[in-house]
């Protein structure tokens, strides 16, 4: 890490170097639009992440289980979590793995045709801080390639697969030409992203684990993991995130997993929050594209 310098301790660090470490990547400028489209006083970013067959593949692809669970969120959640999405005429954000699109080209040319955005998410599901720098540009390269042969649409927005955003990440996105990330958690409303505290221009739509299914959800037989709040808990804080982002005027933003959220026991939550943000006024839905594209140009 220090050229020529042997390693220090965190506690051992200059000033220097701890605010180095913090300045690399950092929320610049507050994109808040006094108004969304139409007048709206509140926006809805619902956003998908299609790991499918990759929660398996990333960690080597030994489990023909866990690959069938992937499989499930291809046959099963894609589908009943579209049905959703049209019923009542929304508009989402599908983040999905190089591999994945290639395993399953048909369902990512239902996504786009129904109108819904689709998004990089990695090659395989790697881990953006495990790789070196050009192993990241190249698999960024390469599934922003893929997203465009398979869906028709070239990507303009990057959700890292499991949030893990390297020091290298934006420096990528920005060579890439993307509009936007969907990764960091600096922030409930859009911010500018600042690269060692130098304006990029690339926006960041932030996420929180707190309004990520997969936190409440998941499961490992093998170890302790065991989902650990029950589906009307899990809608009731969701409920509380859209209740105070109306009241703010801000934006309410969800991460979803077709394998976690399609089950019969559990696709009513998206249904109902759904259908609760539709009985506000003024609530407008758009994909994550779109909500950074507006909140840029309207940011007050
Ligand atoms: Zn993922």
């Not at 291809?74 to 999405?85: C, D, F, K, M, S």
């Not at 990695?122 to 398979?150: C, F, K, Y």
Request: proline share 6%.
């Amino acid at each position: 890490m220090n050229a020529g310098k042997p390693d220090l301790e965190p506690w051992e660090w200059p000033e220097g170097e701890w605010r180095r470490r913090v300045d690399r990547v950092r929320a610049g400028r507050r994109l808040r639009p006094a108004e969304w489209p139409g007048g709206a006083r509140c926006a809805v970013a619902l956003s998908f992440d299609s790991d499918h067959e990759t929660s398996d593949l990333r960690d080597g692809g030994n489990s023909i289980g866990r690959l069938a669970w992937g499989q499930y969120g291809n046959r099963v959640g894609v589908p009943r979590i579209l049905a959703v999405l049209a019923k009542f005429q929304v508009k989402a954000s599908f983040y999905v793995p190089a591999v994945v699109a290639l395993l399953h080209p048909d369902e990512q040319r239902r996504v786009v045709a129904e109108g819904h955005e689709i998004g990089i998410h990695g090659w395989i599901h790697e881990l953006n801080s495990a790789l070196p720098a050009d192993a990241e540009r190249d698999l960024m390269r390469r599934s922003a390639d893929t997203l465009e042969q398979v869906a028709g649409v070239r990507p303009v927005g990057l959700r890292t697969p499991s949030w893990d955003f390297s020091r290298h990440t934006l420096e990528i996105e920005r060579e890439l030409g993307l509009a936007y990330d969907s990764s960091l958690m600096a922030d409930e409303d859009c911010y500018e992203l600042l690269l060692d505290g130098v304006p990029t221009g690339l926006v960041e739509l932030p996420v929180e684990w707190v309004r990520d299914d997969a936190v409440y959800f998941m499961m490992n037989r093998f170890q302790s993991l065991r989902p650990y709040t029950p589906p009307a808990d899990v809608f009731d804080i969701f409920r509380r995130e859209f209740e105070a982002a109306y009241d703010e005027r801000g934006l309410f933003q969800l991460t979803m997993h077709p394998h976690i959220i399609g089950y019969r026991s559990r696709i009513w939550i998206l249904d109902e929050i759904i259908r609760h943000a539709k009985a506000h006024q003024g609530v407008w839905f758009g994909t994550h594209a779109e909500v950074v594209d507006w909140a840029k140009r309207h940011a007050t």
